[in-house]
Nanobody
């Protein structure tokens, strides 16, 4: 069982920055990829960034390229999402997730991620 605990969300003005953290614990923590998803009410959860745990390869969704940076600290089993130049449309609940197989990296589909954090709200005011 893997436990994921997110932190760092909050309210920020447009153009501001936030840094999300996701700390993983559990005896079975063996990620293939970790990702950050976001979800607004009435819409599907969508991957915004992911990192291949062993190689460090990274994926960004187009709307966040150049503004968000995903990183990891293998020793701390922690993944971060630095969000700069935030826009009102970035407002969402953000979730970190772990996939233990290549499908999570290939498909970027929430159904291929088996462990999830509780979510942290990010609100960007205009």
């Amino acid at each position: 069982q893997v436990q994921l605990v997110e932190s760092g969300g909050g309210l920020v003005q447009a153009g501001g920055s936030l840094r999300l953290s996701c700390a993983a614990s559990g005896r079975t923590f063996s990620p293939y990829v970790m990702g950050w998803f976001r979800q607004v009410p009435g819409k599907e959860r969508k991957l915004v960034a992911s990192i291949h745990w062993s190689s460090g390869s990274i994926y960004y969704e187009d709307s966040v390229k150049g503004r968000f940076t995903i990183s990891r600290d293998n020793a701390k089993n922690t993944v971060y999402l630095q969000m700069n130049s935030l826009k009102p449309e970035d407002t969402a609940a953000y979730y970190c997730a772990v996939s233990r197989n290549i499908q999570g990296w290939r498909t970027r589909n929430p159904s291929d991620f088996g462990s999830w954090g509780q979510g942290t709200q990010v609100t960007v005011s205009s």
